[in-house]
C-alpha cells in the first residue's frame, strides 16, 4: 500500500487532502467477478483470473494477490585485475518458492535467485529490469534504494519504464547493398523502420518508434512491438528491405544477407585499402585497383602511388573521378565485389592508353575486405589476361583479409524517458533533467552505461549486449517496457525534490518489493559479460 495525504497547493491555499492510494485501485468494470485481479501496472488494465497472467506476460493473479512473474535482476560486483564485474549468486530451488503462479513458473525456473545474504551493500546493485513500472504515473518508482559508497550516502531510484516512444539503431556491418537511404523495412509484411546512412563499413537501420507503434494500423503497431522486444532480447529478426535484401539480424552475431552470412566488415574504403597497403604493393605489382560501391581506389593515380614514384599505368576507369586515383561510381550498388553489382572486375575498366600501358604489366584488382582478388597480366594487345596470383601478391590480399574485423550486428536501444516516468523519482521532473545534464545524476538501462543525448529530456541510448537478458518486455498499448535506474548523492536526490521518504535499505527493498502486496520479491543475479560493465554506483562525478 502506498499512502498519500497531502500535496501541495497554489499560494495562499491549503493543500487538499487525498484520499489513501492503494496499490490495488478500484476496478473499472464494477460487474468484475470477485475472483478476478485488476492489473494497473499499464493502462490496459487486464482482468487476471486465479493462476493466469496478464498480456504482457509480466503479472499474474495467484490466490486474489497480484504478483511480479519474473525476479528483480540484481547486479553484484566483484573485483577482478582491478575492474569490476558481474556475477551469479545462488540457484533458485522452485516455482513453489519462487512465490510464482504454476503456469507462468517456467520462465526463471533454473536461474540463479536472491539468496538473502548480503554482505557490503556498495558491492550489490538493484536494476530496473523486473522491478515494475510507476503507472498510473504519480507514484514513486517501485524501489528507491539507499546506499553508501566510499562514505558517501547515495540513492538509486530503480523502474521499469513503459516506453512509447522509443527505437532500436541497427549497425550491420557489411558491404553489401541492404537497401537504397529511407528505404522502408518491413517485419512480416508490416512497414517497421527504415534504412538511413551507410557509415564506415557498415549499413545502418532505424527500427521501431512511435509512429511505427501508435501511429499505423493496429497490426503494424503489434508487429512493431514484437519485432522490438526480440531485438533488445538478443534474440534473431527476420526482415525484408524495400528493393533490397532480405536479412536476418541478430546483437552481437553476424548478419545474414539474403541467406548468406556476412564474414568480414572492410578495412576501409578503396581509396583507404590503396594508402594502407601501398608499401607493401610496390614492386610487386604494376597497377593495383580496390573496388568499392563508394571510393574505388587506383594506386598509380593515387597520392601514395605517386608519393612512391610509380609509374603511370595507363588505366581507364568507368565512374566519376574525384581527386586523383579516387572514382565514384564505378558500378551500381549491389553484393558483388566491394559491394557493387558486379561479378566481372575488369567490367569497370573502359581500356588503356596505349601511349603509357605496356605488355607485361601487372594488374592486381581486389575488393575492400580481400574475399574478391583476381591477378592480370596485359597480353600484347593490351587486354587484361588472368593469370595465376604470385604468393607474395597472394600474402598481401591476405593481409587485407586480416584486418578485417568479423562482421557483427550491433543494436542500440534509444528510448525517451518522459515525464510519467521522471514523476515516479521527484514530483518537479525537469529539476531530474537537469541534474542529469549537470552530471550529478548517472543513469544506466538495467545496470549498463547510457548515453544521454544533449538537448531538452532524458533522451538514452544503451547497447542492448551491456543489458542483463530478456531486460525488454511489451505492453499491448503497444509500447516497450525497459529498465531504467538513476543514481545520486543523497543530497542531491534531496535538492531535486525526489521522494525522500521513501527511500529504503536495499535489504528492506528486496524483502518488502514494491510490485506485489504480500511476500518477499525474488531476484535474480545477472552472469558476467566478457566485459564487465562500469560499476553503476562506483562513477567519479558522483562520488566527488
Not at 71 to 91: I, S, Y
Request: aromatic share 6%; with cysteine; glycine share 12%.
Amino acid at each position: 500500500m502506498t499512502e498519500h495525504t497531502k500535496t501541495d497547493g497554489l499560494p495562499g491555499m491549503d493543500a487538499p487532502e487525498l484520499p489513501q492510494v492503494l496499490e490495488r485501485a478500484r476496478p473499472r468494470n464494477e460487474r468484475m467477478n470477485a475472483a478476478k485481479v485488476e492489473c494497473n501496472a499499464c493502462p490496459v488494465l487486464c482482468q487476471l483470473s486465479e493462476g493466469r497472467a496478464g498480456a504482457c506476460d509480466r503479472y499474474a493473479n495467484q490466490g486474489g494477490v497480484l504478483v511480479r512473474v519474473d525476479p528483480v535482476v540484481v547486479l553484484r560486483k566483484t573485483l577482478e585485475a582491478g575492474e569490476a564485474a558481474l556475477v551469479p549468486f545462488a540457484g533458485r530451488s522452485s516455482a513453489a518458492d519462487a512465490n510464482v503462479p504454476v503456469d507462468v513458473a517456467d520462465s526463471t525456473a533454473g536461474q540463479p535467485a536472491w539468496s538473502g545474504d548480503l554482505l557490503l551493500t556498495e558491492e550489490v546493485f538493484v536494476t530496473g529490469v523486473g522491478s515494475s513500472t510507476t503507472y498510473p504515473d504519480y507514484k514513486p518508482a517501485p524501489f528507491i534504494v539507499g546506499s553508501k559508497v566510499d562514505g558517501v550516502d547515495m540513492v538509486t531510484v530503480v523502474t521499469e519504464g513503459i516506453f512509447s516512444y522509443c527505437s532500436f539503431k541497427v549497425k550491420i556491418d557489411t558491404d553489401r547493398f541492404l537497401g537504397p537511404e529511407q528505404a522502408n523495412v518491413r517485419c512480416k509484411g508490416e512497414v517497421v523502420g527504415h534504412v538511413t546512412t551507410a557509415e564506415y563499413g557498415s549499413q545502418m537501420l532505424s527500427l521501431g518508434g512511435v509512429h511505427h507503434l501508435t501511429g499505423g494500423s493496429k497490426k503494424e503497431g503489434r508487429i512493431a512491438n514484437e519485432m522490438m522486444q526480440l531485438l533488445g532480447n538478443k534474440q534473431a529478426v527476420e526482415l525484408t528491405i524495400d528493393g533490397g535484401s532480405q536479412l536476418v539480424i541478430q546483437a552481437g552475431q553476424a548478419p545474414i544477407v539474403n541467406g548468406v552470412a556476412e564474414q568480414r566488415m572492410r578495412v576501409g574504403c578503396g581509396s583507404a585499402a590503396i594508402g594502407i597497403f601501398a608499401r607493401q604493393f610496390f614492386g610487386q605489382a604494376d597497377e593495383v585497383v580496390v573496388v568499392d560501391d563508394h571510393i574505388t581506389g587506383v594506386l598509380t593515380e593515387h597520392q601514395a602511388g605517386r608519393c612512391l614514384d610509380m609509374k603511370p599505368s595507363g588505366i581507364q576507369m568507368r565512374g566519376r573521378k574525384s581527386t586523383p586515383g579516387r572514382y565514384f561510381q564505378v558500378a551500381n550498388p549491389g553484393t558483388g565485389w566491394g559491394g557493387t553489382d558486379i561479378a566481372d572486375p575488369l567490367s569497370i575498366i573502359e581500356g588503356w592508353d596505349e601511349s603509357v600501358a605496356w605488355p607485361g604489366l601487372r594488374l592486381l584488382m581486389t575488393s575492400t575486405t580481400g574475399e574478391h582478388a583476381s591477378w592480370y597480366v596485359l597480353d600484347e594487345s593490351l587486354v587484361p589476361v588472368e593469370a595465376e596470383m604470385p604468393a607474395t601478391v597472394r600474402r598481401i590480399v591476405d593481409r587485407i583479409g586480416e584486418n578485417c574485423e568479423p562482421s557483427l550486428t550491433s543494436v542500440l536501444f534509444l528510448g525517451g524517458a518522459g515525464g510519467s516516468l521522471r514523476a515516479g523519482v521527484t514530483e518537479n521532473p525537469v529539476l531530474l533533467t537537469r541534474s542529469i545534464k549537470n552530471a550529478l545524476v548517472n543513469v544506466t538501462c538495467g545496470g549498463a552505461p547510457a548515453y544521454v543525448w544533449p538537448g531538452g529530456g532524458i533522451t538514452v541510448m544503451a547497447d542492448v549486449l551491456r543489458m542483463p537478458d530478456n531486460s525488454f518486455g511489451t505492453v499491448p498499448t503497444p509500447a516497450i517496457v525497459a529498465p531504467i535506474e538513476f543514481t545520486m548523492r543523497r543530497s542531491d536526490y534531496e535538492a531535486l525534490g525526489g521522494h525522500a521518504d521513501q527511500i529504503r535499505s536495499l535489504r528492506e527493498v528486496l524483502e518488502h518489493g514494491a510490485w506485489h502486496n504480500d511476500g518477499a520479491p525474488q531476484a535474480l543475479f545477472w552472469q558476467a559479460l566478457p566485459v564487465a560493465n562500469p560499476w553503476p554506483l562506483g562513477r567519479a562525478p558522483l562520488l566527488g
